[in-house]
């Protein structure tokens, strides 16, 4: 199952990278209009069928890969470094204040569910895909902290973090050289099975028009645009919204697999 | 006359695990360490002797800087080494040096051997040239160069534990604490560290704390062997005094408990105590003398007073031989 989802995250990747290059109809991707092959159902040159305007839905598709991959890497890249940094620090000091001080704040922030808070601060600030990302990244961080905090604070028990202590090593050497090498696999882990979630939120956020603004065609938007043509219309819809899926099983799948993979050096 | 590089003076080292009562909040403690007092003479090796539980792994971590002392204190070269709250400095911390039990916890799984060996280096001595350095710890304990490369868990057990007596040699320092460095070996590797620590300490004028539970060791071994239980010392003596006239019955108990086989062997032990018991547990310490519940020689003052350490006259000449026993009164 890891390899279907190795092989799904890579071909999307290869997609999204080549998008201009693959799809059928690239200049379909931005403002464009073909009133004459509007609303075509799935055909021989439109294999996902066109839109209200007539553009290509599989070209579409393509080009929405972009945002979701960039939407997932972009929140992760933000979110990945504080999270851990934090998780380390408070899981070195654990029973100090600054492990409390951390800790309680981590808590806070994971009491508020990530997409209504997302939800909130699009609408204040200007709807758009940056704004999405930090909104999610500013709800993402506490999982990392959380993960790497119990895995640090377990592993400061080590006696090679005693015998470094012992040795008179800086706390910075002990945190980054020490402990975190031993957390890395839980961390990729996560991060793979993240990625998925990311890009679902940011299709939520998409879908609720707090994402991609028209006339990009995130994933999210373009099944918020095709909603109201259901059941008629379907393909503008579901064809999208089937990518989501593939897109979110495909990091799930090699997130479990990743998992496993470490599970199995571990043991 | 030999001076004490390290001096335990009244050290006292208790663990909170709870609290009784709902209103009152009495804590509950563990007395790991309960007032002991011990000198490591410069140069020799101090056998610290006792059953698991007893506490003896706490005075290494308590030495090392792992925990603070509850109350008494420990200083090295007549320097405390718990000055306030504040961070020990790193000149102690280089004379300082410890061995774990266990090797495969001791280094670091995702760091590889020249890494492990290049971190005492880096903080201790910035100027020299790291490669030679490591090359060199390897060579003192007869491992050979390439071995830079691998990662802890391509070693094997001894190897792994000539490492980690590599890496508490880089520093240079002068004492190091031993704790139970060869029991969780094969026994035909143990005598190979035995010996390579032997060595080591004649060549670098090292002093030892050496930390187990394996008696008839410390008879090779050590210089003076003290015994430990449930925190207390209970006799200190020189080594060969120490096993050929052992005074407290506890000792005499273990003693005897060594497996022999020869009969020279069995004629220098004790005559036979057959062990009973076990050692309680330290959260509900026997008031009294703690051993009492399992001395054979009791006397009735042992289950209501506990008895001072005191000094008597050893019968090898002049070795001094301190003993905590009601059945040797202060006369001696």
């Known amino acids: 199952m890891s390899i279907i989802g190795l092989v799904t995250v890579l071909l999307i990747v290869f997609l999204a990278v080549f998008a201009p290059l693959v799809a059928t109809h690239p200049k379909h991707a931005s403002a464009f209009v073909d009133f004459a092959n509007a609303s075509s159902p799935p055909c021989r040159i439109y294999p996902f069928g066109t839109d209200v305007v007539g553009r290509d839905i599989l070209s579409r598709i393509f080009f929405g890969f972009r945002f979701s991959l960039v939407m997932g890497v972009v929140v992760l890249a933000l979110v990945v470094p504080p999270g851990v940094t934090l998780g380390l620090v408070a899981g070195y000091n654990q029973g100090t204040w600054l492990d409390t001080a951390i800790m309680r704040i981590t808590d806070i922030f994971l009491a508020v569910p990530p997409l209504v808070l997302a939800l909130a601060m699009c609408s204040v600030l200007t709807p758009n895909l940056f704004n999405a990302m930090i909104a999610v990244s500013l709800m993402w961080w506490p999982w990392y902290t959380r993960l790497v905090y119990g895995l640090a604070s377990t592993l400061r028990n080590e006696f090679f973090v005693s015998s470094a202590e012992a040795i008179g090593a800086s706390k910075a050497h002990i945190i980054f050289r020490e402990i975190l090498p031993n957390c890395i696999s839980p961390i990729f882990t996560k991060m793979s099975l993240d990625v998925g979630w990311v890009i679902l939120i940011g299709s939520s956020l998409s879908f609720v028009g707090l994402g991609v603004q028209p006339p990009r065609p995130g994933l999210g938007t373009m099944v918020a645009d095709g909603a109201r043509y259901l059941p008629d219309q379907w393909w503008i819809s579901v064809f999208p919204a089937l990518a989501i899926v593939v897109v979110v099983l495909g990091f799930n799948l090699l997130g479990d697999g990743l998992r496993d993979m470490f599970a199995a050096e571990e043991g | ?332």
């Open chain 2, 1 to 332: 006359m030999t001076t004490d590089i390290l001096t335990v003076a009244d050290l006292k080292k208790y663990f909170v695990i709870g609290h009784s009562g709902i209103l009152k909040r009495e804590p509950i403690t563990v007395k790991a360490v309960d007032g002991i007092s011990f000198g490591v003479r410069e140069g020799e090796t101090f056998g610290l002797v006792g059953e698991s539980g007893s506490g003896k792994s706490t005075v290494a971590y308590t030495t090392i800087g792992m925990y603070r002392p509850t109350e008494g204190s420990i200083s090295f070269r007549g320097r405390s080494l718990f000055d306030g709250n504040k961070e020990r400095p790193l000149a102690i911390k280089k004379e300082i040096q410890i061995v774990f039990q266990d090797p495969g916890s001791s280094l670091n799984p995702r760091r590889s051997i020249k890494q492990i060996l290049e971190l005492p280096l880096q903080v201790h001595r910035q100027d020299e040239n790291r490669l030679e350095q490591v090359v060199r710890l390897l060579e003192m304990v007869e491992l050979p160069p390439d071995y830079m490369q691998k990662y802890p868990q391509m070693l094997g057990g001894g190897e792994k534990q000539m490492v980690a007596i590599a890496r508490a040699l880089a520093t240079d320092p002068s004492f190091i604490i031993l704790d139970e460095p060869t029991s969780a070996l094969d026994v035909s590797i143990q005598a190979k560290i035995i010996n390579l620590l032997i060595r080591l300490q004649n060549e670098f004028h090292l002093s030892y704390l050496f930390i187990t539970h394996d008696l008839s060791l410390m008879r090779n071994v050590a210089s003076r062997v003290a015994i430990m239980y449930l925190g207390k010392i209970c006799e200190v003596a020189e080594a060969a005094e120490f096993f050929r006239n052992p005074y407290h019955p506890y000792t005499r108990m273990l003693l005897s408990s060594i497996p022999v086989i020869s009969e020279e062997e069995e004629k220098l032990k004790p005559k036979k105590i057959i062990s009973t018991g076990e050692i309680p547990s330290p959260v509900n310490v026997p008031t009294g003398c703690s051993f009492h519940l399992r001395c054979p020689a009791k006397l009735n003052v042992c289950s209501e007073v506990d008895p001072v350490m005191v000094e008597i006259e050893g019968q090898t000449g002049l070795a001094r031989h301190t003993v905590r026993c009601h059945l040797y009164g202060q006369a001696g």
